[in-house]
């Protein structure tokens, strides 16, 4: 390997880092300056083919481009990474509306429901983290929204946790829909899953923020 090579092969296998623009103006004098010497001192009567240096001199280039591509998909990156997060931020402790369970902790939870609109009754039905029914009541057609006291259908409080609520929309006695009421939750954490954003809610429920209606 001559001379000139070992510093294309130096430049080569530097890590890249922040600071590389610089080093690589500075190995671009080193080489000019060692292609030079080579030129002053080679032997007169086997003199080195000029291709050779168009070699070394696109093997450089070619380095250089890489390292500087490199760095731009660097901060690239990094900008984006930057972006994404600026965009999460501003959910953590905000008051979010979406189709999902609410924590009850002995005060009344704020639905907003809506029946199927041919419906002629419809029903909240609620069950516990479980799973199991634990209460059912009629809901009145014309309101957008309905409070849920907490209380089964004996009129016994129930214990804090998490629970789930569906409204059944009936016409004649026949189940017509079933849809999940909206209410408000605390945003504790945001996250990007599978290029999503995603909000955990104080009590626990995950939702994607695409499902989000309202906030305050």
């Known amino acids: 390997m001559t001379t000139v090579e070992a510093v294309g092969a130096n430049v080569a296998a ?9 080093v ?14 080579q030129m002053k001192n080679q032997d007169p009567l086997n003199p080195m083919d000029s291709s050779d240096f168009a070699v070394q001199l696109a093997t450089f280039s070619s380095v250089e481009q890489q390292v500087l591509t490199n760095d731009l998909l660097k901060g690239l990156s990094t900008q984006m990474g930057q ?6 931020a501003p959910w953590v402790g905000m008051d979010a509306r979406a189709p999902m369970p609410a924590r009850f902790d002995g005060f009344p939870v704020t639905l907003q ?8 009754s419809a029903i909240l039905v609620v069950r516990n983290d479980r799973g199991e029914v634990v209460d059912s009541r009629p809901l009145s ?15 016994q409080s129930l214990p804090s946790g998490l629970y789930q609520f569906e409204v059944e929309s009936y016409l004649q006695d026949t189940l017509q ?3 999940i009421p909206e209410v ?9 899953e599978n290029g999503a954003t995603v909000l955990l809610m104080e ?9 989000v209606t309202a906030v305050r």
């Open 24 to 37: 690589i103006d500075s190995d671009f004098e080193t080489f000019l300056k060692m292609l030079t010497t």
């Open 177 to 179: 829909q079933t849809s």
């Open 184 to 192: 408000y939750g605390r945003v504790i954490e945001a996250r990007i």
């Open 83 to 88: 972006a994404g997060m600026a965009q999460l």
């Open 141 to 155: 057609l014309t309101d957008d929204s309905a409070e849920w006291s907490g209380r089964d259908g004996a009129g």
């Open 113 to 120: 429901v809506r029946p199927e609109p041919t419906a002629d």
């Open 203 to 211: 009590g626990g429920a995950v939702i994607a923020a695409d499902k």
């Open 14 to 22: 530097r890590p890249v880092n922040a600071a590389q623009k610089p």
